[in-house]
């Protein structure tokens, strides 16, 4: 399984900015209701941190 470090090969904090920027997706997703039904929920089981 990869780690987010083996993912992204980064200093701490910009590792940390990817996180933050990622988590930026819902507050996108609650600005425009109904833009995330291109989106498909991620499987059962899977790990994204």
Do not use: W
């Not at 990869?2 to 988590?23: C, F, K, M």
């Amino acid at each position: 399984m990869a780690t987010v470090s083996s993912v992204y090969p980064y200093p701490g904090p910009a590792r940390a900015g990817i996180l933050l920027a990622a988590g930026q997706g819902s507050r996108y997703a609650a600005q425009r209701p109904g833009a995330d039904k291109l989106l498909a929920p991620l499987p059962q089981g899977v790990c994204v941190a």
